[in-house]
């Protein structure tokens, strides 16, 4: 069976309230996208047509010199769109980052925005736009909670259009900004429809650049988003349950329409990921998995991500500060567009396999189904061991792409498992949309599981 | 192989220009939807969040002292949002019913629509706030080309809310307003992504009481809108080749992103229809089966349908007629949400088995790929058999369903089919996007075909 969607008529299963469907229904928040070679060349035109008079192009300062940037403010002078670009984005954005962006984005009194780049971009663009016209917030104000307020967005936000650069973040489909925080030395972030951006320009001509390992830990990034997304915590399971719409969270955990995403994004992952990365001339291989990142985003945009997430941050985090003393490499980073010492698809994926066996106790169906997908025969496997099948599917797929045997590989041993178990705890946000619940000694046992792969 | 995209790169083929990729880019334009038994009462929380202070309903006069209005309305009250009632809302609408619906919204300046009804009354809600946004524009500025000048629309219209009640149209997701232009006696319609509700509110608690023969009629609509969008003509083959994103149609012709809709609602006709037509007890097919429709309709409408829908409309027309005079049913229609002498899903279905004969001589790879859906044992099949293999499989499909053995079982004969051509001319809105194009005489062939279906 393809596709199984079982959860029909819902009741609210939340122990603290007594109604009925309170929880039993989920949304779909789409961005309007547009998909083919050359499509940033229509970006002035868009604009046009919003009537934009004075808009900010965000970009990082290494791409600022790329195609894709000359391409889309070549768009803008063509259409006669008056614009000043922003290109001190930092990759990795943290709090200051994201300042100095709102400060830029303040001052300009822009009236649409255009952000050409990764997630990173994106990202600091979602934020610019969404405090610019909201000036008298502060900061944590739209912070997700328990670090900032999370207060739903009620201010109109002006046009934002997303012209992503790699194939991983999807973050032109969500409405989600992820930044370091660096007071509390945790990645957090604001999550809110109203910073989804109007419209996603999915160009595969922005793909033909990009090295193998970044083809690669980006499409890890969207295996995850897919995977994770598909076996959330269903939609009418997750608690609290806002009674009103405006109070739901974006990460509503995985409903019958972005389970159709998550599907798609993971066939395409299937079947093109290695191919893509392999080969830099395969354009049909690489523009599938430009897609892939948008529909996954769009996926996980709706439904969320649990576990890799969440455990991927303090990956992320600590290996950063070892590279940087290792290599000597500091911020800025050499070529922040391509290359970063810990990539983020990188640091969601090395975890898989241990995430998915823990998780398969629940929707082992799920788990089963997605590793067929992966590649696994799994017409006499036993429903128990679904996790396991899942598992040795994503090692295999990984192997195959020559992914660092596990967590020791990246530089990390038994003694770091408590700074990354601390690390993890204050990625609830992700973390509770998991479908099973996680003690300290759980989250070590997954990294420790998460050391070696093969 | 579950899923095949192959239009990547493509360069424009459009005989006329020299440029290359004018079209080959697709865009998705997506409502938000919510789903969820019960989602109707929410709708005064969403145009209170919305800030809406003098809404304009809209029912038919059956549907306005039933269940789902009683509830919009109750929603309303709770929720101390002022409100009028539209109730005259045309079962079939026409020009003339339009016109009616647009005056009372003109005087009413409302600033927000909720629509509870099937595609007849959304297509109205739709055409009256776009007029009602527009006083200065002439009825046929907005109506597609040939009968209408087809203008696009860059006036900001208000917030519709679309409520379903059957699950067959896909309006609550789509650009698309059909009504009969009596002047001429066609099928025409207003198609612009600016008419698209901002949010569907799709309620499965509203189909518990559909009839069987309902069930039916709206999911062959269902059907037809996934199989012909399936295999409309390809976004990058489309003629002409607007350069400007604004004035692309909405019916852009099958592309990756439509796609995704079409398959999975056919899955969902495949392994749900039959149930939900037997027992109207099966809450969970006939949930099923209303998601179908919104998924079948944002398929459709990024995507366009063709032949089935094209050649339904003289076939709704004339019959009309016919049983207005056997039956002495005049309009308004008895219970006119239920039944309606001569069902749209019906004319529609009618002539598929011939239709995809036809067409399936282009892209015969995705007319087996929906037969294999379909329950058709395709292993052995030869890819030129494509056409009768889907048109068995559908003969099959209508035949267990008990439907009508073709357009002489509902009252047409050979001396019909000229009218029937003759009809199906004015829709080259749709028929432009088959696969093939058809004669005159390829038309009286499909006619001739569809008189006997077993």
Chains 1, 2 share one sequence.
């Not at 803008?76 to 943290?94: A, S």
């Not at 370091?180 to 809110?192: A, C, F, M, N, R």
């Not at 046992?445 to 093969?454: H, P, R, V």
Request: hydrophobic fraction near 40%; charged fraction near 20%; proline fraction near 7%.
């Amino acid at each position: 069976v393809f596709f199984a969607v079982v959860f029909i008529f819902p009741r609210c299963q939340c122990p603290t309230h007594s109604h009925t469907y309170s929880q039993g229904n989920t949304s779909m928040a789409v961005s309007n996208i547009r998909y083919g070679a050359g499509v940033t060349k229509e970006v002035g035109m868009d604009l046009q047509n919003m009537g934009a008079k004075n808009v900010c192009l965000m970009t990082d300062k290494n791409l600022s010199k790329l195609p894709p940037v000359q391409v889309a403010m070549d768009s803008l002078v063509k259409n006669g769109i008056p614009f000043t670009v922003y290109d001190n984005v930092r990759v990795e954005p943290t709090d200051a980052s994201f300042m100095e962006a709102i400060e830029f984005a303040q001052k300009g009194a822009f009236d649409a925005y255009v952000a050409v780049g990764g997630g990173s971009t994106m990202d600091t663009c979602k934020a610019a736009n969404l405090y610019a016209s909201s000036p008298h917030s502060d900061f944590l104000d739209y912070v997700s909670a328990p670090i900032g307020k999370g207060k739903p967005v009620s201010v109109p936000l002006k046009p934002l259009i997303a012209v992503p650069t790699t194939s991983g973040t999807g973050s032109e489909t969500t409405g989600v900004a992820i930044f370091d925080y660096e007071p509390l030395k945790v990645k957090i972030g604001i999550t809110s429809r109203a910073i989804k951006p109007t419209l996603g320009l999915i160009d595969p001509l922005h793909t033909l650049h990009m090295p193998a390992q970044v083809v690669a830990n980006s499409g890890f990034d969207v295996l995850c988003h897919a995977l994770e997304s598909y076996t959330t915590l269903p939609y009418h399971l997750r608690s609290p349950c806002p009674s009103n719409p405006i109070t739901r969270p974006a990460y509503q955990g995985s409903n019958p329409i972005s389970d159709i995403w998550a599907i798609h994004a993971l066939r395409i992952v299937a079947k093109y990921l290695k191919r893509a990365v392999r080969n830099p001339d395969d354009l049909e291989a690489r523009s599938h998995m430009h897609l892939a990142s948008a529909f996954a985003g769009i996926g996980f945009g709706n439904a969320g991500v649990h576990l890799c997430h969440g455990m991927s941050y303090p990956i992320s985090g600590l290996v950063k500060t070892y590279k940087a003393k290792d290599y000597n490499v500091d911020h800025p980073l050499v070529s922040p567009h391509f290359i970063s010492p810990q990539p983020h698809g990188l640091s969601v994926v090395l975890t898989s396999p241990a995430v998915f066996t823990f998780t398969a106790q629940m929707f082992p169906e799920r788990h089963l189904e997605t590793a067929e997908i992966l590649g696994a025969d799994t017409r006499t496997a036993r429903i128990q061991d679904a996790g396991l099948v899942l598992a040795d599917t994503l090692r295999k797929f990984l192997f195959d792409l020559d992914v660092d045997d596990g967590l020791a590989a990246v530089g990390y041993s038994k003694a770091d498992i408590p700074a990354l178990v601390k690390g993890t705890l204050p990625q609830e946000r992700v973390t509770k949309l998991a479908p099973r619940p996680q003690s300290e000694e759980d989250l070590a046992a997954l990294f420790e599981a998460s050391m070696k792969l093969y």
